[in-house]
Nanobody, 124 residues
Framework: QVNLVESGGGSVQAGGSLRLSCTIS????????AAWFRQAPGKGREGVGT???????SYPKSMKGRFTISQNNAKNTLYLQMNSLRPEDTALYYC??????????????????WGQGTQVTVSS
């Protein structure tokens, strides 16, 4: 069983920054990828960005420039640096991983493994 554990969530004022971390229990990036998703109350799960083993990233246009995903393969750890946070970024943030890169990275149904989520709250 692959386990993902997020940390780093919390409360911050608008304009502030947070860095989330996700530790994955076993190496699995070789042919797969990992991603961050978020879900706000009453809304669907939304892709925040993805990264593959080589470090290539993709983001939705709405988050590009504010959010940055990186990884430390030696530590099996994924990071999400969030800057210029807005109240609408308030959500439960999840990391997810999958063994095969097929289909759209933002389709959460394609991910095999999920963390428990970490709450990010941005106040105005």
């Amino acid at each position: 069983q692959v386990n993902l554990v997020e940390s780093g969530g919390g409360s911050v004022q608008a304009g502030g920054s947070l860095r989330l971390s996700c530790t994955i229990s076993e190496f699995m990036f070789d042919n797969g990828c990992a991603a961050w998703f978020r879900q706000a109350p009453g809304k669907g799960r939304e892709g925040v960005g993805t990264i593959d083993y080589a470090g290539s990233t993709s983001y939705p246009k709405s988050m590009k420039g504010r959010f940055t995903i990186s990884q430390n393969n030696a530590k099996n750890t994924l990071y999400l640096q969030m800057n210029s946070l807005r109240p609408e970024d308030t959500a439960l943030y999840y990391c997810a991983a999958r063994r095969l890169r097929i289909g759209s990275w933002s389709d959460f149904n394609l991910y095999n493994y999920w963390g428990q989520g970490t709450q990010v709250t941005v106040s105005s």
